[in-house]
């Protein structure tokens, strides 16, 4: 079943890259700017899209020929299993986002440090490992109403490097999320998203196929500060293992092209780790 997954998934990534050729030859809009003739500022997205503070992606993509950058400045993850207890601290984990087309972005994210520990319930032994992380390439395709209209949706491949220095975990890792934006009167929006990921186990060298299913709804009060509620949940399909978070997030625009947020993930399981992060996010 796993393999029919993968199979489903490199299916779905040459479709994006075909869709995104497609629209690399769009006549309409904002069509004729690209990586390399950038949109100019005057005609840019009016408010910034991001990635962020929620789980639960945007469809829409950064402005043809600019550059936006959306990071966890600090991020403390927090994991306990039946016999350890690990703890994870993340500086800097960085999102950097190019316009490459009019409907398409390229996006780099990369750890720029971590730290693990870990400590065995039953010995009481502690281990620490720190150092740069990983590197996850995506590409991000909107497939509908990047620009304009009430309801937008997109498609998002992705894989991630396994160049950390602190972690257990150095295999490959890859998915496909598809993000869906819905904008209702008097600023409220409601995110919904759908993943399937082909993800490392979590205690032996071998790799399982997951399904992730989300929900947010936000609304801006003083068209400044942005309230998130958020509910998700992931489903391991070689365990039958599933686990649910409830999240809450504020982002506040300092400028018209920079956000700061804070929030927290939290896994009503035991065993579902509990993040607490604040970040930030600027374009141009």
Known sequence: MQQTLRLILYCLIINTITVTYACAQDTSSKASWNLFKPVPHALMRKDMETDRPSITETPHTVDAGHFQYEADLYKNQRETSEDSRQRKWLVNQANLKFGIFKNTDFQVIVQSYGKETTRDLVTGQTQATSGFGDITLRLKQCLFNNYSGNFSVGLMPYVKLPTNRFSDNKMYEEGLIVPVLIKLPHDWKIGL???GDYLK???????????????VISHVFSKKLEVFGETYYSYNLKDHQIQNFVDAAVEYEVHHDVKIDAGVNYGLQKAAHKDFFLGIAFRY
């Open 193 to 195: 998203q759908v993943e």
């Open 201 to 215: 186990d979590d205690q032996e060298q071998a790799r399982h196929a997951e399904f992730l299913q989300s929900a």
